[in-house]
Every structure is written in structure tokens, then in C-alpha cells.
């Protein structure tokens, strides 16, 4: 049995939160740490807080982003960058249905 905690399919990756914007977080690689966290992020991202640590794999159901592409962004650019959700006023093109007997 591997103890191998980075691999081609899983990471062990620490999250933390912006203090600047609520609900922005970044994805590292824990064995890395802040090292890979991008010098031109820092100013808009504020500094980083620890959330928490946990094995990546694709499997892995992840809030607002499928896992993979989290694998993915670390592998290539050494982060995965999330984002806070756009406000309803800010998506352009978003069409809510009228509320009627078809539509609840």
C-alpha cells in the first residue's frame, strides 16, 4: 500500500481564504506551501488563512468546481485560483422563468 500523498491523479492540498474578498480561495500544493503562491496575487488577495488540508482526487466533490480541474490548474500553474460568484446583476443573459403553475 502507497503512502505516496502526490501523485498524476491525487495531491494533498492545503486551502486558504482571502482575508480582501469573501469567498476567493486558493489551491496549493501542500508539500510546496506559500512558496507557490504568485507574488502578483498577494496584493489583491490579501494574506492568505489557512481553512484547510486535505488529499485531492478527481473522484472528490468539491463545492463550486469539479476536482479535476483543481489536479489540473496545480499541476500546470502550481494553484488553483477560486473565485468568489458572480451577483445575480453582474451575469449577463440570466433569464429566470416566471413563477406560475408550470414553473413553481
Not at 55 to 61: A, G, H, Q, R, Y
Not at 64 to 88: C, D, H, W
Amino acid at each position: 500500500m502507497s503512502t505516496e500523498y502526490t501523485s498524476a491523479i491525487k495531491r494533498f492540498c492545503s486551502v486558504y481564504k482571502s482575508p480582501k474578498k469573501g469567498e476567493m480561495y486558493i489551491y496549493l500544493d501542500r508539500s510546496k506551501g506559500l512558496a507557490s503562491f504568485p507574488e502578483n496575487l498577494k496584493a489583491a488577495f490579501g494574506e492568505p488563512e489557512h481553512v484547510l488540508d486535505m488529499v485531492l482526487t478527481p473522484e472528490k466533490k468539491l463545492a463550486r468546481v469539479e476536482a479535476t480541474k483543481v489536479l489540473e490548474e496545480i499541476a500546470s500553474k502550481g494553484f488553483y485560483l477560486q473565485m468568489p460568484p458572480a451577483e445575480n446583476n453582474e451575469i449577463v443573459g440570466e433569464y429566470n422563468l416566471p413563477k406560475d403553475t408550470l414553473n413553481g
